[in-house]
């Protein structure tokens, strides 16, 4: 019974998924899914990146946390329109959560939309949002064996962020290892090393985020 | 149906933890179920305990990870028994999974199990497992706001350890708002600070767990 009313929920989750997605390729804009453990720096990487291209791209952001809209706070502070889910315990969005908060951001003045998933590694993988490109976010300090325990987030990413680079000496965290098991179980993603704080490598970042735009549009 | 069905899961969980309850009161085991974030140190720090407290308590641990029995061979390797759980997908670990491990433990040779939890900061803290004490790990590296972003599990911990506090000079962390926040959610949890890389504040620990064991006798 437990599995299937799981499938009753993807299946529904499903349906959402495709509407939304239908409704961003109607729209001409890019979905970005993005999703990570707490605290690997997700928000702060996207107040950055709205505010370095900030001339070119306009971004705007859902944001999903069990409880608080402090990120929405950081991200409006940083010049884009963000909305916040609080989900009150949920481990993660759902594609019907998505497409009742598109109704509330400025879409048609929009290039890209990023949803910043509940922090979680686990549980928000299994969910399809709609989006055109899902980005995983793993910080150096959660150290270099998660992409091996967290298979199913690491498999189904466009493009991994390893973010906190500027912490690499001051923790153990094999950057070659993590780039081998990444590309084992997923040959096709991106992965690229960035440092919101500092700046480093959000260029590579800004870029590949372009890039992804034009082929969308 | 879905809060239905979520009721009758929790119901049947509850049954297994009053039974993993009745063993452990039966005999003298004090359990302690870890929950955290993905990499905030939790092997690390059990590993150190296990080393430095080798002579005093005897530990035996129940490790819970999606994939890999990585966690269960650094355990070995520190001196202690360990049984690995994988969960192949599963966000959390379930009071009848603890059950079946401690078939796998040396029970009657040891003083405390510890179970570390998937690491994940949402779904573990809705599952009693049936320990006598619940321990939530929060690394420096996190941010200082996910005791208010995920108040579900800050609030049932009897005691907080926050980890990697070597990190403090590396990063921003109000590490008085941290302990604000957690007192609010939870006015009798302890907080401790430790490294378990350093050994900083690791003494704390050892005297909470066995002032805690004794009382648990």
């Not at 928000?43 to 409880?67: C, Y």
């Not at 064996?145 to 967290?150: G, L």
Request: with cysteine.
């Amino acid at each position: 019974m437990k599995v299937m009313l799981r499938k009753k929920i993807l299946d529904k989750n499903e349906q959402a998924a495709l509407q939304n997605r239908g409704f961003f390729s109607k729209s001409g804009l890019l979905c970005i899914n993005m999703i990570s453990s707490p605290g690997s720096g997700k928000t702060t990487l996207l107040a950055r990146t709205i505010q370095d291209l900030a001339s070119k791209l306009r971004i705007g952001v859902i944001e999903g946390d069990i409880k608080t809209d402090t990120d929405a706070r950081k991200i409006r502070a940083a010049g884009a329109p963000a909305f916040q889910i609080e989900t009150e315990g949920a481990c993660h969005l759902s594609a019907q959560q998505i497409k009742d908060a598109l109704k509330e951001l400025p879409c048609a003045k929009l290039d890209v939309i990023v949803i910043e998933n509940v922090g979680n590694l686990v549980c928000p993988s299994d969910f399809d949002l709609g989006e055109g490109v899902r980005v995983v976010v793993l910080s150096v300090p959660e150290g270099d064996d998660k992409p091996r325990k967290y298979p199913g987030s690491f498999s189904k990413a466009d493009v991994v962020l390893v973010n906190k680079i500027d912490l690499l000496e001051h923790v153990e965290f094999d950057l070659d290892k993590v780039k081998r098991d990444i590309r084992r179980l997923n040959p096709d993603g991106e992965i690229l090393q960035v440092s919101a704080r500092t700046g480093q490598g959000m260029q590579d970042w800004y870029q590949w985020l372009r890039e992804r735009k034009e082929q969308s549009a």
